[in-house]
């Protein structure tokens, strides 16, 4: 019997449609989003260290996340009912780095036929057959997948790099810029190419508002209160 399979998702292509059951009840995805970001992530078992760290993680920044009009949306091949056992878990018995008596209140997907991880090219098989790698999915408000970003089984997520793409992406949407390595808030931004020799002599001879390097390399000042003021919900 043929085996069914599906492609990798990729960046600029609509995120998959899926309906599923959650810790939160039944989603639809990504239309039950429509209007904000989403972070769709999964992990690879309940009741594992590594997850439970990275849970308890998220669920302490999930405010933060929300006031950056960002969803987060987990996933496993576990079931319903282990998974909440688990969360339940994390609540009344684990503490860590000063976490405790953290509620996920964000949905968990059941995916114990795989469906939605195979859509989303989450089982790596280097890694395991029946388990999803740590995959991250930075999913704008039009349901387009704008960042990928994989881990392997065994090594955990950085979450303030997690917070700086989704605030990385919406400076660039919203000020026409590109971001230079390490960009934090405040940081200069990249402008964009000089697309013409006239520009590009105008850039050069200190013309404009920004500090050029080589004429394809400027970059200008974006004040930290601003852009936190045009992403942050206040």
């Avoid at 849970?55 to 009009?69: D, G, I, W």
Wanted: with cysteine.
């Amino acid at each position: 019997m043929e085996e069914k399979t599906f492609s990798l998702p990729l960046i600029g292509e609509k995120a998959p449609e899926f309906k599923a059951i959650t810790t939160q009840g039944e989603i639809n995805f990504p239309g039950d989003y429509k209007g904000s970001w989403v972070i769709l992530f999964s992990h690879p078992a309940d009741f594992t260290p590594v997850c439970t760290s990275e849970f308890m993680t998220f669920a302490s920044m999930e405010k933060k996340f929300n006031e950056a009009n960002c969803k987060l949306v987990g996933l496993s091949v576990d079931g319903l009912y282990s998974h909440i056992a688990w969360l339940r878990t994390i609540k009344e018995k684990i503490e860590y780095k000063g976490m405790k008596d953290v509620e996920v209140t964000f949905p968990l997907i059941e995916d114990i036929t795989m469906e939605v991880s195979t859509k989303y090219g989450m089982l790596q098989p280097g890694e395991s057959s029946t388990k999803a790698v740590r995959a991250v999915f930075f999913i704008d408000p039009k349901g387009i997948i704008r960042t990928i970003i994989y881990y392997p089984l065994s090594l955990g997520r950085n979450f303030e790099e997690l917070y700086r793409v989704i605030i990385g992406l919406q400076t660039a949407d919203a000020f026409s810029v590109a971001l230079p390595a390490d960009w934090q808030p405040g940081d200069d931004v990249i402008v964009p190419t000089a697309g013409s020799c006239g520009v590009a002599k105008e850039r050069m001879e200190g013309k404009d508002d920004m500090t050029c390097y080589d004429w394809f390399f400027c970059t200008k000042k974006l004040d930290k209160e601003k852009v936190l003021k045009t992403v942050l919900k206040k």
